[in-house]
């Protein structure tokens, strides 16, 4: 049997070119593999975290699905799925909370970032958030889950709680081992210090964004001094930001790059990187505008892939409450 992956997406707004290259771009590739028995999921329950209307939700939910299938993630080849619509995450979520330390959720890094000052006013889902990721690996016996260096600390604690309740209840879970692959970190255009982030429209390429605004936002991009187009992430960390992103989308080496823009200015530069996002998008684009018309298509794939999850899920944690003395 092929080992199983595990990965999900929150839809909280529109997906952004490094969300694509960080993410989706990822997942089709470990999919086509062959490797793997991939389960990918819109981790819509990790998105109640956010403020949000309830319709604001569906459009969300509706509109990452179609990215997910744009992208080229085939649901014969993977299982993809709704999170809310397997009832034993959260039902997992919850034993496995009762064997989790408040202090390995206090120390997390993600939660000290989004809940700053104020963190003893944010809500508890976000506290808990680590838990619920836990659950959503260890109900699929993952034994890889391909994560950013973001979620590295949060894979931890799934390990360690396969290991305490292993330690417990008995052998019942896998601990699973990060998938770390080499994904441009991409920064905001406006601001090479800060990463690419929707909270920054102007400086985020979104993969909705029309050529014209995609081009508009790259001749708009800051500089560094000089005329030199060359990768130095001291001091050109603009222009290597737009190297790597230039690379990403063309397939080119950057040192390629900085040979073919050695005697040209930043102009030139970015109408060329605006051009390569326009090709590199243009059929992604084209993907996600006919499912916009496939409504019905896309639930009823969502549907059908959250059946197949619901069924491998509910066997599991049939194991997990026998292990555990909850059955009669």
Partial sequence: MKPVLVSGIQPTGKLHIGNYLGALANFVELQNSGKYACFFFIADLHSMTEEY?????????????????????DPKKSVLFLQSQVPAH??????????????????????????????????VGLFDYPVLM??????????????????????????????????????????????????????????????MSKSRPAGCLFLDDSPTEIRKKVMSAVTDSGRDIRAELEGKPAITNLLLLY??????????????????????????????????????QKKKKALGKKTAFVKKTIALGSKKAGAVAAKKFIEVKRRAGLTL
């Fill in 53 to 73: 209307t309830p319709a604001e939700k569906a459009s969300q939910i509706l509109s990452l699905a179609e990215d997910f299938l744009a992208a080229g993630i």
């Fill in 90 to 123: 959260s039902e997992l979520a919850w034993i496995l909370n009762t064997i989790t330390p408040m202090g390995e959720l206090r120390r997390m890094t993600q939660f000290k970032e989004k809940g700053g000052t104020e963190a003893e006013m944010a809500n």
């Fill in 134 to 195: 836990a659950a959503d690996i260890l109900l699929y016996d993952a034994k890889f889950v391909p994560v950013g260096d973001d979620q590295v600390q949060h894979l931890e604690l799934t390990r360690t709680l396969a290991r305490k309740f292993n330690k417990k209840y008995g052998k019942t879970f896998i601990e699973p081992n990060p998938l770390l692959t080499a994904i441009p970190r991409l920064m905001s255009l406006d601001d090479p210090k800060k990463k």
């Fill in 247 to 284: 690379s990403a989308v063309s397939g080119r080496p950057i040192r390629d790059i900085e040979k073919a823009y050695k005697d040209k200015g930043y102009g030139d530069f970015k109408k060329g990187l605006g051009d390569a996002l326009v090709k590199f998008l243009a059929p992604f």
